[in-house]
């Protein structure tokens, strides 16, 4: 079974502070997506990343995957009380052909007024 | 646009009772999965489907099983239910990647369910 870590399991900051959550694996994964859950809701893709070293970014979110393929990172940039909710990895490493990801156990970010 | 919804948002059930959770997509996807969510364990998969009338477990399928009659629905049974399947449920659809295109899993709102 792959496993995917991510740490910290939970951060509590104010807004306009800077933040990073990681995922971390033992195995390589063909591609990572990072999904954000908010309370109530199911979780919602924000990105995919699929080439060792790629960065990307989203507004004031920025993505990157490592070059072994086994990591990925978020960091936020000035947070504001919306980045908050559950932050979810999660793993294709199968080449896209099969469908199922693993996904790790989140990063509960609560970003304070 | 994208849509999964899940037929209920909260249920209440009694142990011993078949409970069924029932999930439509209308994207013609596919894909189809269950998961349950619970705190400290992330997402578990339970089933999923790749096609109508075909399935295949997931990590956690004990004690519950899964329909899929139609590409749109995706059902969910606990065939007695427990309180150890008290739980958030979600569902999931995709369609198969291709190419340089990476599959994305849409997600439902999820169901709330409370085995007493």
Not at chain 1, 82 to 87: F, N
């Given at each position: 079974?792959?496993?995917?870590?991510?740490?910290?399991?939970?951060?509590?900051?104010?807004?306009?502070?800077?933040?990073?959550?990681?995922?971390?694996?033992?195995?390589?994964?063909?591609?990572?997506?990072?999904?954000?859950?908010?309370?109530?809701?199911?979780?919602?893709?924000?990105?995919?990343?699929?080439?060792?070293?790629?960065?990307?970014?989203?507004?004031?979110?920025?993505?990157?995957?490592?070059?072994?393929?086994?990591?990925?990172?978020?960091?936020?940039?000035?947070?504001?009380?919306?980045?908050?909710?559950?932050?979810?990895?999660?793993?294709?490493?199968?080449?896209?052909?099969?469908?199922?990801?693993?996904?790790?156990?989140?990063?509960?970010?609560?970003?304070?007024? | 646009?994208?849509?999964?919804?899940?037929?209920?948002?909260?249920?209440?059930?009694?142990?011993?009772?078949?409970?069924?959770?029932?999930?439509?997509?209308?994207?013609?996807?596919?894909?189809?999965?269950?998961?349950?969510?619970?705190?400290?364990?992330?997402?578990?998969?339970?089933?999923?489907?790749?096609?109508?009338?075909?399935?295949?477990?997931?990590?956690?399928p004990e004690g519950y099983s899964v329909s899929r009659e139609k590409k749109e629905r995706f059902s969910l049974i606990l065939e007695s239910a427990s309180t150890n399947q008290t739980s958030m449920y979600l569902c999931a659809s995709s369609t198969p990647s291709s190419g340089f295109d990476q599959e994305t899993q849409y997600f439902g709102p999820g169901t709330r369910l409370l085995?007493?």
């Amino acid at each position: 079974t792959q496993l995917l870590e991510q740490s910290p399991q939970f951060l509590s900051i104010q807004e306009g502070e800077n933040l990073t959550v990681y995922c971390n694996s033992s195995s390589v994964f063909s591609s990572l997506q990072w999904y954000r859950q908010e309370p109530g809701e199911g979780p919602v893709l924000l990105v995919t990343v699929v080439t060792g070293g790629e960065v990307k970014k989203l507004k004031r979110l920025t993505f990157q995957f490592g070059d072994a393929r086994k990591d990925s990172s978020l960091h936020i940039t000035a947070a504001q009380p919306g980045d908050t909710g559950l932050y979810l990895c999660a793993g294709d490493n199968s080449g896209g052909s099969n469908y199922k990801l693993t996904f790790g156990k989140g990063t509960l970010l609560t970003v304070n007024p | 646009d994208v849509k999964v919804t899940q037929s209920s948002r909260y249920l209440v059930k009694r142990t011993g009772e078949k409970v069924f959770l029932e999930c439509v997509q209308d994207m013609d996807h596919e894909n189809m999965f269950w998961y349950r969510q619970d705190p400290g364990l992330g997402l578990r998969l339970i089933y999923f489907s790749y096609d109508v009338k075909m399935k295949e477990k997931g990590d956690i399928p004990e004690g519950y099983s899964v329909s899929r009659e139609k590409k749109e629905r995706f059902s969910l049974i606990l065939e007695s239910a427990s309180t150890n399947q008290t739980s958030m449920y979600l569902c999931a659809s995709s369609t198969p990647s291709s190419g340089f295109d990476q599959e994305t899993q849409y997600f439902g709102p999820g169901t709330r369910l409370l085995v007493l």
